[in-house]
C-alpha cells in the first residue's frame, strides 16, 4: 500500500508561484508514474499533469501548459509540481496520484490510478 502526502499549497497573488509536493510514506515509489489532479469547489475532478518514473517524459492539461512543470527526484523520493503566473482559476484543492504504469492516453483518467494523497489547497486571489 502506498500513502501520498501533498504539501506546500497556500495563499498567493494572481501572477504568483507556488510549488507542491508529493511524497509517499511507507515505501518508495520510485516505479510509479505520477499524476496532478485538482478539483475547484462545485466542479469535477481536472488533470493537470503527469510525470512517468524516471522524469523523462511529462504531459500537461492545455490549461497549465507553459505554466506549470512537474518534475520528481526520486534519490529524495518526491514529485513536485511547481506552478508559475498562477490565476485565479486555478484556485482548487490539488491532489497527487500514482499508478505503476505510464500510459499518455490513460493518465488523464483519474479512476486509473492506484494511490492518492489527502490534497492541498491552493487560492490564488486577484
Known amino acids: 500500500q502506498v500513502q501520498l502526502g501533498e504539501s506546500g499549497g497556500g495563499l498567493v497573488q494572481a501572477g504568483g508561484s507556488l510549488r507542491l509536493s508529493c511524497a509517499p510514506s511507507?515505501?518508495?515509489?520510485?516505479?510509479?508514474?505520477v499524476g496532478w489532479f485538482r478539483r475547484a469547489p462545485g466542479k469535477e475532478s481536472e488533470f493537470v499533469a503527469a510525470?512517468?518514473?524516471?522524469?523523462?517524459?511529462?504531459y500537461y492539461a492545455d490549461s497549465v501548459k507553459g505554466r506549470f512543470t512537474c518534475s520528481r527526484d526520486n534519490a529524495k523520493n518526491t514529485v513536485y509540481l511547481q506552478m508559475n503566473s498562477l490565476k485565479p482559476e486555478d484556485t482548487a484543492v490539488y491532489y497527487c496520484a500514482a499508478r505503476p504504469a505510464y500510459d499518455l492516453a490513460t493518465m488523464p483518467l483519474d479512476d486509473s490510478y492506484n494511490y492518492w494523497g489527502q490534497g492541498a489547497q491552493v487560492t490564488v486571489s486577484s
Open positions: 510525470i512517468n518514473w524516471s522524469g523523462g517524459s511529462t
Open positions: 511507507g515505501r518508495t515509489f520510485g516505479n510509479y508514474a
